[in-house]
Each structure stands twice: as structure tokens, then as C-alpha cells.
């Protein structure tokens, strides 16, 4: 029997060590990838954004399993974008949720913890506390020294964490004084300008003296105090108490409040349930220009997609005709409004119906001696933002019913013409309906972004004119999500993120509703041939 010596297989090994390549890749590519996510978990953790650290945590866990296990190789394509699926879709959409449930905004920015730390850092100068006329001294360290002068001259020495000593020239480093009694130099120490020392932010956060005992801070550019701590915490009982009043502060929602009411800044985030979904639903003040606000938001969404659909549908009938001359370059020309930023546009348009120099208005005058009153009539105002929103939307209708209208046979055109139609028949009849086919769900999206057109209703007149009588920030021509702004973010109360997520909250149920209505009654959901 002989023996076949064996012959290796070069393919093979070639495999082996794509396969090795690969596993090297993928160990390197985990390695930066988990590195990174390792600092911004410890970064956010750090930052207390507890949530946003256990969701990369999450995403970086999945991350590594997916590129070890080889049985997950075709889910390695899909997982960058799942990834930032979840960072970017998902997790701010759950945060909003959150917030919608706290008090989170201007004035409860902080944690409790941090609340309290900038509440005790308060203080005051209690009875029999001597005051000092003052001058800074700083090492190449930042150390800071002070050298005090009471209202008798007797002089001090107060450096943080030590003990005050007596100033003496020719003791603790203290050099000779001059004609004020200050001394020229002090030994590692180098004397600041007043105009220096008073610009030093540090200064007045510094506690000069021995730690238990008599402190001493910079409460004006002239002066320092032997101050205390105006309120002092006890988390036994989680009351501050104001140790010159002797008033108790207990947590109420978020702020340490008084039984008379008075309140202590900052509070701090805390939960308060559906306190924000019922401020809007039951506040008087959000509620009066409410109902009015939401007629406008609906009204204004459906007007834009009919006109916007109409004349992008004129004009693509019109255009459609085989042998009208330069429609390419009419039609180029036509595409112009879509080409252009809207920011642009909508601050274009505005200028152009500015009252006084706008060159519309102008025009009017010259024309017919009327200038209509744009931005002060409520009726006026809601025309000019249909008009805007007119030029903006059409060239996009005009673009897909383009498309659609080709996609539908000549030949039932040409049965329809031998039956008798006439031309409005055979729109009606059969153009209309098969472009529905195609164009509804779009249509439908159209309103949805109308619904929430919060560009043009800011940037062309900022919801305005004011209605009259309001309480709130409203506009006759704000809709909801503008209203919203101005109310969270714009009403002099300071930036309101609870609110404004709670009514976000709101907004998406709402636009929900009538998505899926519209989705629902118009059959888009189901065949083709059911919906023609």
C-alpha cells in the first residue's frame, strides 16, 4: 500500500487567513469602539445623565455581541444603523416622556443635592460680626491670602484652612507696610491691583480662616465679614432652616418653600405626576386662545394641502401636453421656489409685504391705492402665510403629479373619449381618482408637516398679530406647536422643558389621531384595487 504525501491546499489556507484578517479587524474595530463608549458612559455618568449612560451602555453591549458571534454576520450590517436609531429616534423620544413628568426647566436645572449646596453657600453676616477693609494677595499656585483691616486698624492675616493671625510686620512672611498700613509683600505671595482683585471671580467663594471656626469671605470689592452660612440643611428631617430668621423650608415639588409661601433658588428636578398635563388642559390662560389656536392649526394645514396640490396639479396638466412649447424650461423655471432654502424665502416674502417699503405693498398703492394690512390684520395675516406657504409647496405637487400622471395608460383616456367623456369627466372620473392612488399617502404627509409648520409661522410674523385680551404670548396666526414655544421658551417665565414636553406629548397624540383617521378613511392602507 503506498502512501500519497499530502499536499496542502492553498485555498484554504488563503481562507484561514482572511479569516484571521478579519478576526483582527473586528477585534480592533471593538476595541476603539468599546474605548469610546467607555469614556462618554463614565462622561454622562459623571454628568448624572444616569439614563443616557445605561442606553450607550446598551447599545455598546449589543454592539459586541453582534461582531463576535459569527452566526450574527448579516445583522453586522444592520447594527451602525440600529445604533443610531436608538440614540437619535428612541432615546430622545423616551427622555421627552420623562421629562414630560418633572419639573425640569429654569430654576430646576439641578439635582437636590446640588440645589442644596448653592442654597448653603448663602450667607450673611450675623450680629457682632466684625467687618474688614480688605487686600489680596495670590501665590504662582492661585493661593489666596488677605491681609484685613478693621474699623479700629487693627490689622489681620487670614489664608483658607489656617487659623487668622495678627498682622505684624516681620512675622508669618509679612514684610514692612506702607502708609496704609498694608504690607509691600508678603513672603510667596504677590500683591494684586485693586482693579485685578476685584475682578476675581475666585475671591468671593473662598472661606479665609480655620475650618469650624470664624470664617471670613470678600462680600464687596471694599469689604470682608466674618459671615456664617444663612441656611443650613438637615437631612434628618430634609428642611433648611434660615439660621438669622429661624424660618423652616420643607420640599415641595421641586422647591424648598416656607409655610407662608416664600420660596428658596434654586429648586431642584423632582417629579411631579401629570401636573403639567393638567397646567394645560385646565389653566385659564392656556386655555382661552386655546380653541382658537387649534381651529387656525387645522385650518391652516388642510388650506395649504389643497392650494399647494391644486396648483402643483394645474400646472403639471398643463405642462403635460406633449406639444406645448418650452415647457422644460418653463418647468425649470417653475422648480425654482424648491431649489431655494425656505429660511431664505419666508424672510424674502416678508420684506417684499413689509407695510412700508415692501415692494408688493408698494405696487398695491401705486396700482390701486390699497395696501393691505398684512402683519396687524388677523385676516389679512392668515392670507399672506398661505400665500408664502403656497409658493413653497407647489413646485412639490408639481413634481410628483408630474410623475404620476405618466404612470397612468393613455388607452383609458381613449376608451373614455369614444364613451363620450368630456374633459372634466375624464378628470374627475378617472385622473383624480388613479392620482389619488399614488399621491394620498403624500398627501396626507403634507398635512402632517403643515400641522407642525413651525418655520414659516415664526419667521414670517412670529404667530403675530397679538390676540387681544390674552394672557398668554398668542398670536392670531400661531398655531400649536408656535403657541407651544412661546409658552415654554418665550413667555418672560424662563424656559419651562416639563411643559413644553408634556404638550409635545399631546401634539404627537394628536397628530396621531388624525394620521391614522386619515389613513383609515381614505383606504391607503389597503390594495390598489380596492382604493380605485
Known amino acids: 500500500m503506498s502512501v500519497v504525501p499530502y499536499k496542502s491546499n492553498g485555498k484554504n489556507n488563503s481562507n484561514q487567513t482572511s479569516t484571521a484578517s478579519s478576526l483582527i479587524a473586528r477585534l480592533l474595530f471593538l476595541f476603539v469602539f468599546d474605548a469610546a463608549a467607555i469614556w462618554f458612559i463614565l462622561s454622562t455618568y459623571g454628568n448624572e445623565a444616569y439614563f443616557l449612560a445605561v442606553i450607550v451602555g446598551v447599545v455598546a453591549l449589543l454592539f459586541n455581541i453582534v461582531f463576535l458571534k459569527s452566526s450574527l454576520y448579516p445583522v453586522r450590517w444592520l447594527m451602525v444603523g440600529f445604533g443610531f436609531m436608538i440614540l437619535f429616534v428612541i432615546y430622545p423620544i423616551l427622555f421627552t416622556v420623562s421629562i414630560a413628568f418633572t419639573n425640569f426647566g429654569d430654576g430646576h436645572l439641578f439635582t437636590k443635592e446640588q440645589a442644596i449646596s448653592?442654597?448653603?453657600?448663602?450667607?450673611?453676616?450675623?450680629?457682632?460680626?466684625?467687618?474688614?477693609?480688605?487686600?489680596?494677595?495670590?501665590?504662582?499656585?492661585?493661593?489666596?491670602?488677605?491681609w484685613l483691616i478693621d474699623a479700629a486698624g487693627n490689622a489681620v492675616l487670614a489664608r483658607p484652612n489656617l487659623a487668622t493671625v495678627p498682622g505684624v510686620a516681620g512675622e508669618n512672611g509679612v514684610g514692612e507696610l506702607d502708609d496704609n498700613g498694608i504690607p509691600t509683600e508678603i513672603e510667596g505671595y504677590q500683591r494684586l491691583n485693586t482693579l485685578l482683585a476685584a475682578a476675581d471671580s475666585n475671591l468671593p467663594n473662598i472661606l479665609f480662616g480655620e475650618e469650624g471656626g470664624v470664617t471670613i469671605q470678600v462680600r464687596s470689592p471694599q469689604e470682608a465679614a466674618e459671615l456664617q452660612p444663612l441656611y443650613l440643611y438637615d437631612s434628618e428631617t430634609d428642611m433648611i432652616t434660615n439660621q438669622e430668621t429661624g424660618k423652616v423650608y420643607s420640599p415641595i415639588l421641586g422647591t424648598f418653600t416656607a409655610v407662608d409661601g416664600e420660596e428658596l433658588r434654586p429648586g431642584f428636578r423632582a417629579s411631579v405626576g401629570t401636573l403639567n398635563f393638567t397646567r394645560f388642559f385646565t389653566s385659564s390662560a392656556l386655555r382661552g386662545p386655546l380653541?382658537?389656536?387649534?381651529?387656525?392649526?387645522?385650518?391652516?394645514?388642510?388650506?395649504?394641502?389643497?392650494?399647494?396640490?391644486?396648483?402643483?396639479?394645474?400646472?403639471?396638466?398643463?405642462?403635460?401636453?406633449?406639444?406645448?412649447?418650452?415647457?422644460?424650461?418653463?418647468?425649470?423655471?417653475?422648480?425654482?421656489?424648491?431649489?431655494?432654502?425656505?429660511?431664505?424665502?419666508?424672510?424674502?416674502?416678508?420684506?417684499?409685504?413689509?407695510?412700508?417699503?415692501?415692494?408688493?405693498?408698494?405696487?398695491?398703492?401705486?396700482?390701486?391705492?390699497?395696501?393691505?394690512?398684512?402683519?396687524?390684520?388677523?385676516?389679512?395675516?392668515?392670507g399672506a402665510i398661505l400665500l408664502v406657504n403656497l409658493w413653497l409647496g407647489y413646485p412639490y405637487f408639481m413634481l410628483i403629479t408630474s410623475g404620476a400622471l405618466q404612470s397612468i395608460p393613455a388607452d383609458i383616456y381613449s376608451a373614455a373619449e369614444v364613451d363620450g367623456a368630456s374633459g372634466w369627466q375624464r378628470f374627475w372620473k378617472i385622473t383624480l381618482p388613479l392620482l389619488l392612488v399614488s399621491v394620498g399617502p403624500l398627501l396626507v404627509a403634507s398635512f402632517t408637516f403643515n400641522f407642525n409648520n413651525f418655520n414659516l409661522i415664526y419667521l414670517f410674523l412670529q404667530g403675530g398679530p397679538p390676540i387681544a385680551g390674552s394672557i398668554t404670548r398668542a398670536g392670531h396666526t400661531d398655531i400649536l406647536i408656535s403657541y407651544v414655544y412661546n409658552l415654554a421658551f418665550a413667555g418672560g417665565r424662563g424656559q419651562d422643558y416639563g411643559l413644553a414636553s408634556a404638550i409635545t406629548i399631546v401634539i404627537f397624540f394628536i397628530v396621531g389621531a388624525i394620521t391614522l383617521f386619515q389613513f383609515r378613511y381614505t383606504k391607503m392602507w389597503e390594495e390598489i384595487s380596492e382604493n380605485v
Open 291 to 382: 380653541v382658537r389656536i387649534i381651529t387656525w392649526n387645522f385650518a391652516f394645514a388642510l388650506f395649504s394641502v389643497l392650494s399647494t396640490f391644486a396648483l402643483g396639479l394645474a400646472i403639471a396638466l398643463l405642462y403635460n401636453d406633449p406639444g406645448f412649447p418650452f415647457k422644460k424650461l418653463i418647468r425649470s423655471f417653475l422648480l425654482i421656489p424648491y431649489t431655494i432654502p425656505s429660511l431664505i424665502t419666508i424672510i424674502i416674502w416678508r420684506g417684499m409685504m413689509n407695510p412700508e417699503v415692501g415692494v408688493i405693498n408698494r405696487t398695491l398703492e401705486n396700482l390701486i391705492n390699497f395696501s393691505p394690512p398684512w402683519f396687524t390684520d388677523p385676516a389679512w395675516a392668515k
Open 118 to 146: 448653592q442654597i448653603e453657600r448663602q450667607t450673611y453676616l450675623p450680629e457682632g460680626g466684625a467687618a474688614y477693609r480688605w487686600t489680596a494677595f495670590r501665590t504662582d499656585d492661585n493661593d489666596y491670602a488677605l
